[in-house]
């Protein structure tokens, strides 16, 4: 019990430090570029006081649980003796079909439970005047990411070169930013930001190092990074192709019924 208060006091000063910058720029504009009060002060500070104590608390379960689980998943589901190989033996990249299926898995969940991809599903649909689904979109993220994790595990089981898969997923969101809808370009871009957040980019991470760290011939500070880059790409792709799919079957939809008409 005293460790963990111990522990919690130097967390919460160094969350304090970290956030104390932003308070200052808000309070500056505040009270010097815009010459007005502080609205609610009270509020503010309670809340203030809440964010610095619920990050303080989030840092710390990140250290005890999610990095560990993550590289601990990794390394027992790529493990000599549980693929079925000798130590040191040759291993085909087929026998990490479950790190595949588990990095999908756990790519799908976390987006789905990310704060900042519920925060801008609501104001899309708010914008959108429900025209964007928040489940759908919430769920075409989640696909995204959930492919890119299991692309990004094959590319570090293989060892093949990073840029490969960015470059080609780059040139692939060019061109289907050339033939998506225009009004859901942006939250297209936006979708692949916002999946790198609280929830995801912990367990990712810990994934990709724990991954690189069992693989024989990988290393973990060559290897094990990227995975949070697949994760940022690939929900662009999906919502862009989700987004021409909704416009085709709305094209269609108006074809038929000016037939019908007829």
Known sequence: MIDFVIGFVLVFFSTLRDVLPILVVIIFFQIVVLKQPIPHLKKVILGGVYVVIGLSLFLMGLEKA???????????????????????????WRSYYWI??????????????????????????????????????????????????????????????????????YIMVIIQTFFAPKKLIALAYDSGGVTTSTVTVPLVAALG??????????????????????????????????AQIMELKTRLFKLKTKKDEI
């Open 66 to 92: 999610l990095f560990p689980v993550g590289q601990i998943m990794a390394t027992q589901l790529s493990d000599p003796e549980f693929l079925g190989t000798t130590l040191g033996g040759s291993t085909n």
């Open 100 to 169: 595949y299926i588990f990095a999908a898995l756990i790519g799908f969940c976390t987006t789905i439970a990310e704060p900042s991809l519920i925060a801008v599903e609501i104001k899309a649909d708010e914008v959108s005047a429900g025209t964007i689904s928040q489940i759908g979109l919430r769920v075409t993220v989640a696909l995204g990411v959930a492919f890119a994790l299991a692309l990004g595990t094959f590319r570090i089981v293989t060892g093949t070169s990073l840029f490969v898969y960015i470059m080609a997923g």
């Open 209 to 242: 190092l724990g991954l690189s760290s069992s693989v024989p011939g990988r290393n973990p500070a060559i290897d094990g990074f990227g995975l949070i880059a697949f994760a940022s790409l690939f929900p662009i792709i999906t919502v862009l192709g989700y």
